[in-house]
Structures are given as C-alpha cells and as structure tokens.
C-alpha cells in the first residue's frame, strides 16, 4: 500500500518533511506551508511558534486531514506517523484509514472551548464517542462510560458523575478545554496536538491546562505538538522549539538554543517583543512593517524587509536551511559564515 | 417555563382580540356587501318591494344596522359563548360547513407538508455536503424553479401530461363517477388518486424555500467548530453530518414547523379551485366574495388562533431540540 512507509528515525511520533499545503482564494492561491520540516520525538513537547496566518494551524490540520477541502490541499511533502509498527505517509493515506487513525493514533485539542463542543450533546456522550469509535476493550455501554468517567478525573474534573450529564454551555472554559483534552487523550494517542489550547482561557486557568498537559505527558507518554504563540508557553512546556514565518521555517532548535542563542532575527525580535516581569517599559516592542502578502510571496527572504540585520546577500534566493549544531537550524545569511 | 408560557399566552390573546376586531371591520367595509346582493335579487321579483325597503329590512335581520363598534362586540360575545353563528352563504350554522369542508383540506395540506418535510431535509443536505458540485447546482436551481413557478401554470402543466397525455388521474374532482359503486377500500383509493396531483403541486411550489433553508442551514453547522471536533475524533463523515449536524439543524427547522401549523387548515385556494376540491380555501373564497361575514370571521379567526398557538408551540419546541434554551443555567 502506498501509504505505508518508514521512519526516518524510529524515535520519532511525527516527522513532517517539506510539506506544501496551498489554499486556492479569490485573491489568488496562497502557500501558506512551503516547505516545512521537523519531528515530533516520542513522549517530548515540540513548541511550534510563530505570529497569527504564520501556517502553523495549517501544518497540524494537514497531520489531522482536516484541511478545508477543496480549498485547501497539499501540494508535496511528506507527513510521516508512527502508530507503532508500520509508517503511514498521511499525505496520501486514504480518509477511511485516517479516521481510523484520528482520535485514535493522532488527536486534536482545539482553540476555542467555547465551540468546538457540540451544544446539543452532553459532554460525557462526547467523550464517550470517541471510545465507541476506536477502543475494542470497552464494548458495553457501562463500560465506555466508565472509562469516561476515569478520564473526566484524570483531567481533573472534582465531580465526573455530574459533569458527564452537563452541556457544553453549562461549563466554563477551563472545563470545556479539560473535556477537550479528555476527549483528545481517551485512546492514549502517540500524538497530541494542541493549537493554542490555551488561548482563549484567562491565566490562572492557562496554568492549569498546561500543568494538566504536562502531566498526561508523563502519564501517557505521548508527543506532544504545542501550537502556541505564547512563548512563555513554550519556554515552560516545550523541548524543542520551531519558528514559523510566512508559511516556512525560519529557525528551529532545542528549547535551550532558543531561548540561549536566538540566531534568527524574527526569533531574536520575538524574544524582544515578549514583556518582561519586573522590568519598566514606557512602550513595548513591537517588531516593524508588516508580513507579506501571501498571494505575491517577494522572492528573497520574507523577512528581509522587517529585518533589521539585513545586508546585501538578503536581496538574493531565499536562505536555505544552516546548521548550527546537531539540533539547531536557521535560514538567515547573517549565520552563513557561521555554520 | 409556566411563567413563561403563561405571559405568552396573555400577550396571544390581547393580539388576538386586535385581529379579530381588524377582521370584523375590514368585512364590514368591503363593497358590495351580502345584504345589498340579496336586496338587489329579492327587489327584481316581480311585485316585490323596493330595493331600498329590502336593505333596510335584511340589515336589521343580519344585524348590519348597527355601528362597527357595537356590531363587532355582538359579534365578539357571541363568539366567547361558542356562538359562532350561521353561514349566510351556505345557510347552515358556519361550524358545520366547516368542519364538512377542512377533512380534505387538512389531509391535503398535512401530506404535503410531510412530503416536504422529508425531500426538503434530504435534499438540504444532499446539496450542503456537496456544495458547489454539479448535484448541489443541480437541486438549489431545481428548488428556484419550484420557487418561481406560478401554482396555476404548474398545475396545468401536470394536468397535460398526467391527465390528458397519460390519463392516469382525472382531471379535476375530488372523487371519480363511479365513487358511489366502489367498495371502503375502492372508495380511500379513488379520493386518494385524485390527490395525487394537487399534492404534487403544493409540494413541487413549496418544497424549494425549505429546501434553500435546509441546505442554508446545513452549511452553516458544517463549518461549525464541533464538526471539525467531531471529524478530528475520527468519525466517518455520515455521522458527522447525520448525528453532529443534524441535530443542531433541526433548531431552525423547528420555527418552519410552527408557523406551517396554521397551514394545514388553510386551504390552498389556488390548487384547491384548480383542481376542483371542496376543500376549505375555495369555500372560504366563496364566502369571502359573497360577503358572509360570520363563515369569514370563523375561518379568519380561526387561522389566527393557529397562527399564534404556532409560534408559542415553536418557541416550547425549541427547548426540546436546543439544550442552551432548556436548562439556561451556567456551572463552574
């Protein structure tokens, strides 16, 4: 079967390898993933960061296959799962295989608490759906509905026999997003993938949520791939860190290097931009400009233009990928001599 | 929820009163009224007395002697007491003409509601979760077609090739010649196969605007959040769209449904007269025309009892269908 492939590495839950996805607008057809690569390592959180239309939402529907079709497609790459045994390219895995690998292998915990649930269910009966679908061990209705409750406590929910029975609308948005998480972690998936999950939550809650992911991972031992573009987030939760910029990677590297040695100047202005507890700032930084159009990419780095390091060899090709140790990449000129 | 009904019920019968008393006075105000008819006719008998004699004395008959004000308070107590009087038209008590002529009626119009119903909600959601592909252009242009269509032309274009081309179903008439020699049994057929044709009208007119609903709908809860959860959770796409969609569809519906139950006693005058059934659309017309104002205050009055218990029944239904409006209360 075509899908079935191999993994780079075997240590790795998720490798997305040069992967396109365009999107066909009335303003033209946009890239809005050119070209990105990175691994999601077994039972790590791989951070990945960037601004609002960066493609990082796009990248991880394309994992889920839920990318808005037609619109949306992927044009190249490859997208690589390990479920255990065999590697499937989800590129070209065919829908009746990937919704047996949805929920299941791979699973999704969404932005927007507040509707990503449906209202006309309750809360229990969703989870409970998601067990119906993928795990054999529970059979009966008593037993699926067990298991539910398990999962309601193990996201920490005080009273699961009463929370079951609720509606999304008679939740808060730190109980929807647990229901979320419990949803997304009730067939022990080797993959997480969280986009922004805590977003729309106000922070005491936001710690919550992320301590509660913090534990699944080490209960459940999954890889986790966090969308975020909190990079506090990130420097709490993540092992490895990947920027995104206009649809590519710009810089890519364990969580240490970044916050260490930012060798992009998006990543070095991101870090800027990030107000600091304790210190007086009459007025935040704010990098200047704004991103290219997606419809007319220029043809040298995107960043060019916002950069405030660029030279001449800016105005050439776009950088390619440079290694500055085992772990950390960069497509910046100003690193060239360096790698 | 009582607290609720009950203030909708108060509300219900205040605007009730404001329509009945617009009826009355809008009956009374049509031209060429059922007494002056009678006169003129009764006047024209040879040795008959004078046209104006016989106005003024089938006014103080028929009680049109008195003011609109005093005559619509009459007419309002007598109809409290259940009095709604007799059909000067007709000439038996209105309720009887009425209930002669709604059974056929109602069962036309709850058939095709049914009918509607049904191909509205497949055929929504046939075109929703294939938009823009050539079925889904196919059935939203067959539903402006159905939309666009005159009752008449499409009644007689059905009548053509059914009746005259084809000869399956007479042409017109609720029963055939032979009705009085058929068995029970022959006798449910006949009157049936003489529905079939007026029912496809209604249903082919009016199944379009639904059906633009349904699809409109449809469309609007596949992009919903929830579904991408539900597609994330590896459900195969029909029962995403059959058990998350169309759950969540079904709370628009729900308003069409209410406001189609005084529908079903209405009548269709159009179809009604094409078709030659004495249903209660053509017998209200009639009565309507011929200004008798008791049948026309019952009928009118009785679709605007309906029309108002729709919307309160609409509202109840809502809370069956929609969570968020049965239990109201925020937790956690």
């Not at chain 2, 009904?5 to 009224?33: E, H, N, Q, T």
């Not at chain 2, 499409?154 to 010649?177: E, I, N, P, Q």
């Amino acid at each position: 079967m075509a899908y079935l492939t191999q993994m780079k590495n075997r240590e790795n839950v998720l490798e997305i390898e040069n992967l396109q996805v365009q999107f066909d607008t009335e303003g033209g057809i946009v890239r809005s993933v050119d070209g990105v690569s990175f691994s999601v390592p077994k039972g790590s959180v791989v951070g990945l960061v960037g601004e609002s239309g960066c493609g990082k939402s796009v990248t991880s529907l394309s994992v889920m296959g839920l990318l808005q079709k037609p619109q949306g497609k992927i044009t190249g790459g490859e997208i690589r799962l390990n479920p255990g045994e065999n590697a499937y390219n989800l590129v070209n895995t065919p829908e009746k295989v990937l919704q047996k690998l949805r929920g299941d292998v791979v699973s999704m915990v969404f932005q927007e608490p507040m509707t990503a649930l449906n209202p006309v269910i309750s809360v229990g009966k969703q989870i409970d759906e998601v067990i119906f679908l993928h795990d054999t061990r529970y059979r009966t209705k008593e037993a699926i509905r067990s298991r539910t409750l398990e999962l309601l406590k193990l996201v920490g929910i005080a009273n699961p026999q009463g929370i079951y029975k609720l509606y999304p609308h008679q939740l808060s948005g730190g109980m929807r997003q647990r229901i979320m998480i419990g949803m997304a972690i009730a067939c022990n998936p080797r993959l997480l993938i969280a986009d922004e999950p805590t977003t729309a939550l106000d922070v005491t809650i936001q710690a919550q949520i992320l301590e509660l992911l913090q534990n699944l991972k080490q209960e459940l031992g999954c890889g986790i791939l966090l969308i975020t573009h909190d990079l506090g987030v990130v420097a709490g939760m993540a092992d490895f860190v990947v920027v995104m910029y206009a649809g590519r990677v710009v810089e890519k590297g364990t969580v240490a290097e970044i916050f260490a040695q930012p060798a992009h100047p998006y990543t070095i202005a991101l870090m800027k931009a990030k107000p600091v507890v304790g210190q007086q700032q009459d007025r935040l930084y704010a990098i200047g400009g704004k991103v290219p159009n997606p419809v007319e990419l220029p043809p040298h780095c995107y960043f060019k233009d916002r950069c405030s390091h660029a030279f001449e060899p800016c105005a050439g090709d776009y950088p390619c990928e440079i290694s500055l140790s085992p772990t950390h990449t960069v497509s910046c000129y100003k690193e060239a001599g360096n790698g | 929820m009582a607290k609720y009904i009950c203030k909708r019920l108060g509300i219900s019968a205040g605007i009730l009163l404001v329509v009945v008393f617009l009826i009355y006075l809008l009956m009374r105000l049509l031209p060429g009224s059922y007494v002056e008819n009678m006169a003129i006719q009764l006047s024209q008998v040879p040795g008959a007395k004078p046209y104006e004699e016989w106005v003024a004395q089938l006014n103080a008959q028929y009680g049109l002697d008195k003011g609109i004000v005093e005559g619509f308070f009459v007419q309002l107590m007598n109809m409290l007491r259940g009095n709604f009087g007799d059909s000067w038209k007709y000439a038996m008590p209105v309720t009887e003409k009425f209930s002669q002529v709604i059974g056929v009626s109602f069962v036309m119009g709850a058939v095709a509601l049914a009918l509607e119903l049904v191909i509205a909600t497949f055929l929504g959601i046939y075109a929703a979760t294939r938009q823009y592909s050539p079925q889904d252009y196919l059935v939203t242009t067959g539903a402006l077609l159905g939309i666009s269509l005159p009752t008449f032309f499409f009644a007689t274009l059905l009548k053509l090739v059914f009746s005259v081309k084809l000869g399956w179903f007479d042409l017109s008439g609720l029963v055939g010649r032979n009705f009085q020699s058929l068995s029970p049994w022959g006798q449910f057929w006949d009157m049936a196969s003489h529905l079939v044709l007026p029912v496809l009208t209604l249903v082919v007119v009016s199944v379009g605007s639904l059906m633009r609903y349904v699809r409109t709908n449809m469309l609007e809860v596949l992009s919903a959040d929830y579904i991408r959860t539900a597609r994330a959770k590896g459900m195969p796409s029909s029962r995403v769209v059959f058990f998350h969609g169309f759950r969540n569809t079904l709370i628009p519906l729900v308003t069409i449904l209410g406001s189609s139950l005084p529908g079903l006693f209405a009548g269709s005058l159009i179809t009604e007269t094409l078709f030659a059934i004495p249903g209660i659309g053509y017998t209200a017309y009639q009565a309507m025309i011929a200004g008798d104002i008791p049948f026309s205050m019952f009928y009118l009055t009785f679709l605007a009892v309906l029309t108002l218990l729709g919307n309160l029944l609409s509202d109840i239904a809502y809370s069956f269908v929609d969570p968020r409006v049965r239990l109201g209360g925020q937790y956690g």
